[in-house]
């Protein structure tokens, strides 16, 4: 059974950093495309990252506008862990963050339909 558990959280200040984790289990971590979305009220889920994954040990990473520069997505493979850096934080990124995995990358990667794994999110609040 595949399970997504992610964790890191918090209330922070604008400008503040902050690190996510989602510790995965029960798939083949090192093939699999890893991504992090974010929901707000009122609004669909956005993607905001993605690890590819494209033979051996090679990945290549993809970020929303806005994020890009600001976060970074990065995995751990031996412990089954991929990571959200994020920094620069704004009000703004006041979100709940979620996991999801594939085993098959999809063209339109920054969709909800293309993951079938999906953790329970961490509350992430931004103060101004």
């Known amino acids: 059974q595949v399970q997504l558990v992610e964790s890191g959280g918090g209330l922070v200040r604008a400008g503040d950093s902050l690190r996510l984790t989602c510790a995965a289990s029960?798939?083949?971590?090192?093939?699999?495309?890893l991504v992090w979305f974010r929901q707000t009220p009122g609004k669909e889920r956005e993607f905001i990252a993605a690890s590819k994954w494209i033979g051996s040990n090679v990945y290549s990473t993809y970020y929303s506008d806005s994020v890009k520069g600001r976060f970074s997505i990065a995995r751990d493979n031996a412990k089954n862990i991929v990571y959200l850096e994020m920094n620069s934080l704004k009000p703004d990124d006041t979100a709940v963050y979620y996991c999801?995995?594939?085993?098959?990358?999809?063209?339109?990667?920054?969709?909800?339909?293309?993951?079938?794994?999906w953790g329970q999110g961490t509350q992430v609040t931004v103060s101004s």
């Open positions: 999801a995995a594939a085993e098959q990358w999809e063209t339109d990667y920054q969709a909800t339909t293309s993951y079938q794994y």
């Open positions: 029960g798939l083949t971590f090192r093939k699999y495309n």
